[in-house]
């Protein structure tokens, strides 16, 4: 496992949660960095991505104006603030990391099977 996920736990709807994902010993500015989730008895999905810090980030509609992806590269670190959180929100969420080849790249990638790494997941379960 090369990124380590947490901040995963039970929590009431309209709740909140951040969740953060480290990727150690790397030059982290270097990777784009994204969120998918896989829900009980449903296929993994993305949630949202950032390029570069200071970069647009991008989200999936599902959660685009609650939730919130950011990155510390001092800190070797993302963070996705969910808040407003929703039963369908029950799910794994991964980070995942991939290599920017080139400095143009301002969209992140969408499909899972694009990224190189991946963490170990952090289980998220919304209460109604």
């Known amino acids: 496992v090369q990124l380590q996920a947490s901040g995963g736990g039970l929590v009431q709807a309209g709740g909140s949660l951040r969740l953060s994902c480290t990727f150690p010993g790397r030059i982290f500015s270097s990777y784009i960095m994204g969120w998918f989730r896989r829900a009980p008895g449903k296929e993994r999905e993305f949630v949202a991505a950032?390029?570069?810090?200071?970069?647009?980030?991008y989200y999936a509609d599902s959660v685009k104006g609650r939730f919130t992806i950011s990155r510390d590269d001092a800190k070797n670190t993302a963070y996705l603030r969910a808040n407003d959180l929703k039963p369908e929100d029950t799910a794994v969420y991964y980070c995942?990391?991939?290599?920017?080849?080139?400095?143009?790249?301002?969209?992140?990638?969408?499909?899972?099977?694009?990224?190189?790494?991946w963490g170990q997941g952090t289980l998220v379960t919304v209460s109604s």
């Open positions: 950032i390029v570069r810090n200071g970069g647009s980030p």
């Open positions: 995942a990391a991939k290599a920017r080849r080139s400095i143009g790249v301002v969209v992140p990638p969408i499909n899972a099977h694009d990224y190189d790494y």
